[in-house]
């Protein structure tokens, strides 16, 4: 934590790591110690706890938008900078963790909030042709923002009491280098060899399909 950030940021960033390690009911007391204020400053700049959640919230997306946006226009070097900074990312992911594992509206709307970012990197990337246009670019969002949170949320660390942010960071730089590769994979080459399948459910669903074939050498265009 930056000891030199103004008190909101300072109770914004104690905020996440607590609530991750804890969860989302963790005394606001304990926030406040963390940060080196009172418990009557939070209340002062955020209101009440949900205020709190959700301006956390709206930084978890704004780290989100932010990296994706990079990684999309800035390509491989961008990758392996991110990668390099694996740990430091240990307090957003175990917030999300959290927020997920607590269920109902709120983590609703956390992942529909999510999707409607990707969205916009997506279309970003596009733009810098390192993105495939899509048919359907609400949909690919949202598949894309449901497969990512539900593989994290089916990890270990989202199941235990209390979560160690100091065993976090090591178990986040595993889990990214285990499926690194394979997403790369899937995401730079077809899983399937031609789109016959696509082309049969959408005939039986939208009727054609706009968007133009992709060469059937396993090759995306």
């Known amino acids: 934590m930056d000891e030199q950030a103004p008190a909101d940021e300072r109770i914004l960033q104690a ?5 991750a390690v804890d969860g989302l009911s963790a005394p606001l007391r304990r926030v406040a110690e963390d940060a080196g204020v009172s418990a009557g400053l939070i209340i002062h700049h955020y209101g ?8 956390c919230d709206q930084r978890t997306l704004e780290v989100t938008r932010t990296e994706k946006a990079g990684l999309l226009a800035r390509g491989s070097g961008q990758l ?6 694996t740990e430091q990312y240990a307090p957003v992911v175990g917030y999300v963790l959290r927020r997920l594992q607590a269920g109902g509206p709120l983590a609703i709307q956390l992942v529909e909030d999510f ?3 990707a969205v916009d990197y997506l279309a970003d990337g596009e733009r810098a042709g390192t993105i495939t246009p899509s048919r359907d670019p609400q949909g690919r969002a949202e598949v894309l923002t449901e497969m990512a949170l ?11 009491e209390h979560l160690d942010l100091e065993e976090l960071p090591a178990w986040l730089r595993e889990y990214t280098q285990r499926i690194i590769g394979p997403l790369l994979e899937i995401y730079t080459i077809p899983l399937l060899t031609d789109r016959s399948m696509l082309d049969a459910y959408l005939a039986t669903t939208a009727g054609p399909d706009p968007t133009p074939s992709p060469p059937t050498t396993g090759e995306r265009p």
């Open 15 to 19: 905020a996440l790591r607590r609530f």
């Open 48 to 55: 009440s706890r949900g205020k709190l959640l959700e301006a």
């Open 80 to 85: 392996l900078a991110q990668l390099a900074q």
């Open 115 to 117: 999707a409607t970012s």
């Open 150 to 160: 539900g593989a994290l949320l089916l990890q270990l660390p989202a199941q235990r």
